[in-house]
Structure formats: C-alpha cells, structure tokens
C-alpha cells in the first residue's frame, strides 16, 4: 500500500523558514517523483515543486524559485522543502504526492496545463500539514 505522510508545517512570521518532509512507503521509491503541492482557502491546487527520484532532476514553480529547496534521501525514502524567506502568500495547506516516473521525464502534465496545474495526473496523495506564514 502506498503512504505518503506529510509533517513539518507549522506557524511562522515572514521571513522565516520551515522544513517540511514527506516519507514515502509502499513503493520503489527511486522509480518515483515526488511533488509538494499547496491549496490556499478558495484557490486551486498548485504544484510547488517536485524531484524525479530516478535523476534527480528537480523543478519549480515561478513564484518559489530561490526561496524554496527540495532534495531527496533515497535511504530514507523522505523527500523535504526546505523553506526559507516565506511570505504570507505562502500560506496554504501544503501535500505531497507520488507518481511513477521513468529517467530524465519531466513532471506529467494535462496540456495546455503545465504541471503545476496538472495536480490530478499524481495518483497518490499524503494528508495535508498546514503552513501560515503571519505579516
């Protein structure tokens, strides 16, 4: 069975950091990306950023791109974003997801979507941990 268990949310003021981590079971976890995706109240789900576990290669939403860092321990079979120079419009519940992902392919999207739109074409999903970023 596939589990995805999302922690490390939490308050913080602007400026500050946060880590979250997702450790993944139940799958080959270096077959695999893993994404961190965001729903703020009243908005879609966005994709944040994700790792092909296979390569290594990550990707980025515009919005994160310097601020936010993900990396991979395939000992571990975790996934983290490492946070830093967090805004208020952070603020959202945060998931990461799982979707089988072969050598050197980029995140799957729904054109015209690109795959930060595309959350729905990731089968397995964690519970959420929320992120509040105060001003």
């Known amino acids: 069975e596939v589990q995805l268990q999302a922690s490390g949310g939490g308050l913080v003021q602007a400026g500050g950091s946060l880590r979250l981590s997702c450790a993944a079971s139940?799958?080959?976890?270096?077959?695999?990306?893993i994404g961190w995706f965001r729903q703020a109240p009243g908005k879609e789900r966005e994709g944040v950023s994700s790792i092909n576990n296979n390569d290594g290669t990550t990707y980025y939403t515009d919005s994160v791109k310097g601020r936010f860092t993900i990396s991979s321990d395939n000992a571990k079979n975790t996934v983290y974003l490492q946070m830093d120079s967090l805004k208020p419009e952070d603020t959202a519940v945060y998931y990461c997801?799982?979707?089988?992902?072969?050598?050197?392919?980029?995140?799957?999207?729904?054109?015209?979507?690109?795959?930060?739109?595309?959350?729905?074409?990731?089968?397995?999903w964690g519970q959420g941990t929320q992120v509040t970023v105060s001003s």
């Open positions: 139940g799958f080959s976890f270096d077959d695999y990306a």
């Open positions: 997801a799982a979707v089988y992902r072969e050598y050197g392919r980029a995140p799957p999207t729904a054109p015209p979507r690109p795959w930060t739109t595309s959350w729905y074409r990731w089968p397995y």
